[in-house]
């Protein structure tokens, strides 16, 4: 059995800066791509950065610049190092990972994690 665990939400002030992670649980699996999502209310489901598995990041254009996404191999976990909050990048961020597990690849998605950006 294999899941995504994310951790790292919560409320920062505009300007400030907040790292989520996604840990990947379980065993004899391999990862591809990793992505981060997010949603806010009334909104649809949009990409914010994904990294393959040879580390080649890919961001939307509303956090080039301020977001870092990055992955670590051995732990099975990517990192969303996010800076200069704005309050639009409030939202629902879930990491999603395509994972090959019991003979197949599969979607992974995380529980979803609030990020909250308000003074």
């Known amino acids: 059995q294999v899941q995504l665990v994310e951790s790292g939400g919560g409320l920062v002030q505009p300007g400030g800066s907040l790292r989520l992670s996604c840990a990947a649980s379980?065993?004899?699996?391999?990862?591809?791509?990793m992505v981060w999502y997010r949603q806010a209310p009334g909104k649809q489901r949009d990409l914010v950065a994904s990294i393959t598995s040879g580390g080649t990041t890919n961001y939307a254009d509303s956090v080039k610049g301020r977001f870092t996404i990055s992955r670590d191999n051995v732990k099975n976990t990517v990192y969303l190092q996010m800076n200069s909050l704005k309050p639009e990048d409030t939202a629902v961020y879930s990491c999603?990972?395509?994972?090959?597990?019991?003979?197949?690849?599969?979607?992974?998605w995380g529980q979803g994690t609030q990020v909250t950006v308000s003074s």
């Open positions: 379980g065993s004899a699996f391999r990862i591809n791509s």
């Open positions: 999603y990972a395509s994972i090959y597990y019991g003979g197949t690849w599969r979607a992974y």
